[in-house]
């Protein structure tokens, strides 16, 4: 079985920064695209960003240039380092990862900006 485990969520204000962290079970490498979603209250899940096998990143729009996602394979872990943070990025912060079979996603970290 694979579990991934997310940290780093918390309460900041607008303008700071925060960096999200997913520890997986098994080696990332084995997955096609690992990558974060999020869901505020009353809004679907969506996509943040993710990065596919061969290096190749995806962010949604609202984040660009804000946003990065990372991985450290020896560490098995996925990072989203956030910068200039907004109110409109409060939301549950959940790591996904996929392969040829399934999706797989941690338990979600929650993340706050106050104005």
């Known amino acids: 079985q694979v579990q991934l485990v997310e940290s780093g969520g918390g309460l900041v204000q607008a303008g700071d920064s925060l960096s999200l962290s997913c520890e997986s079970s098994?080696?990332?490498?084995?997955?096609?695209?690992v990558g974060w979603y999020r869901q505020a209250p009353g809004k679907e899940r969506e996509l943040v960003a993710t990065?596919?096998?061969?290096?190749?990143?995806n962010y949604a729009d609202s984040v660009k240039g804000r946003f990065t996602i990372s991985r450290d394979t020896a560490k098995d872990t996925v990072y989203l380092q956030m910068n200039r943070l907004r109110p409109e990025d409060t939301a549950v912060y959940y790591c996904?990862?996929?392969?040829?079979?399934?999706?797989?996603w941690g338990q979600g970290t929650q993340v706050t900006v106050s104005s």
């Open positions: 098994r080696s990332i490498f084995r997955f096609n695209t």
């Open positions: 996904n990862a996929k392969n040829n079979w399934r999706d797989y």
């Open positions: 990065v596919t096998n061969d290096g190749s990143t």
